[in-house]
């Protein structure tokens, strides 16, 4: 619940920005009942001001994006489904769908891994005991490497897994870690293990999670690490900082510790939609791969496959953490 209401606190902040620069909106805000009892939302959209909107943004559970969806399939009304997906967007081009799981997006993770690291020495490592709950992308890359000729690596766990690596390491190229999990303990193994190895010897290749490990920030940060992402939040970046100030000026209080950071998605998601309906009216869908927005943390990029569909977020961010401090944060679907 003080998540939802973060994410509505952030939304609002996009609004009083957009509104200094012109923007008119009216805004309806409903409290629509529990997850699974959908009887107040359907009276509610049974009502004459719901036919009149322009977008819905809202649901949470299954059973609210349902009944949502049903409406904006009757009504023509477009419908931002901020959270989870429907199981109708493939027929339902007034459908927007804000978070896309990360493995529908390894096509564009693995093509941009490609280019960025075809001349890499590639290492997989595959740590017996571990859970090997990425072995799904780094399966998936293994095939595009060997169909693009590129020779990768495959370590196991002899018992010494210092002694595995050096072994693969090549002297006359660069070298790029991938383990098969993204869990902290295997981070901080190959962090562990490769301490007493030169810092430039080899960059890590890894995963969303690995963000989340602040206490192994240093050392990604020490060998150049890159992640990908939909989500990333960089703290050190001005509008970051000057967002939070405003949030607590406003609300006072701090954003929710959390991941992703519930105000940001607010923030973002109301930028994005209210840029684009005040550039293009209600039938924004028709130019929107003309809308660029400078989002804080989610990245955002709707694309429809073909003419009858919903539009899914591509959006993904490649992040490279920098020697010392820092990130350069990248959207590759731009």
Do not use: C
């Amino acid at each position: 619940k003080e998540k939802l209401t973060e994410y509505y606190e952030g939304f609002l902040l996009a609004v009083k920005e957009l509104k200094s620069k012109g923007l008119n909106a009216e805004i309806y805000t409903f409290d629509i009942g529990t997850e699974r009892d959908t009887k107040k939302l359907e009276s509610l959209l049974g009502t004459n001001e719901m036919k009149n909107l322009h977008l819905l943004i809202g649901g949470v559970s299954k059973q609210q994006i349902d009944v949502l969806t049903r409406f904006s399939k009757k009504t023509g009304i477009k419908y931002a489904i901020p959270f989870g997906s429907s199981k109708e967007i493939a027929s339902t081009p007034t459908l927007f769908q804000m978070t896309t799981p990360h493995s529908s997006l390894y096509p564009e993770i693995i093509s941009t891994f490609r280019k960025e690291f075809s001349n890499y020495n590639v290492i997989f490592i595959s740590e017996a005991g571990s859970n090997n709950d990425k072995s799904d992308f780094t399966e998936e890359l293994k095939k595009e490497l060997t169909r693009a000729s590129i020779q990768f690596k495959t370590i196991g766990s002899s018992g010494n897994l210092l002694t595995d690596i050096s072994s693969a390491l090549s002297t006359s190229k660069k070298n790029i870690l991938i383990p098969t999990s993204s869990s902290e303990a295997t981070l901080k193994r190959i962090l562990n293990a490769t301490s007493s190895i030169s810092e430039n010897s080899f960059t890590l290749f890894g995963y969303p999670e690995w963000q989340t490990y602040t206490q192994q920030t240093s050392g990604l940060q020490k060998h150049e690490a890159h992640i990908y992402s939909i989500f990333f939040l960089d703290e050190q970046q001005s509008a970051v900082q000057n967002f939070a100030n405003e949030y607590k000026r406003w609300y006072n209080k701090d954003l929710i510790n959390s991941y992703p950071k519930y105000g940001y998605l607010g923030y973002d998601t109301g930028l994005y939609f209210l840029t684009a309906l005040r550039k293009n009216g209600s039938h924004f869908d028709q130019n929107i791969s003309d809308i660029h927005v400078p989002t804080l943390q989610s990245a955002i990029y709707f694309k429809q496959q073909v003419s009858n569909e919903g539009f899914v977020n591509r959006g993904i961010y490649f992040i490279r953490y920098k020697p010392e401090s820092g990130i350069e944060k990248t959207d590759i679907s731009k």
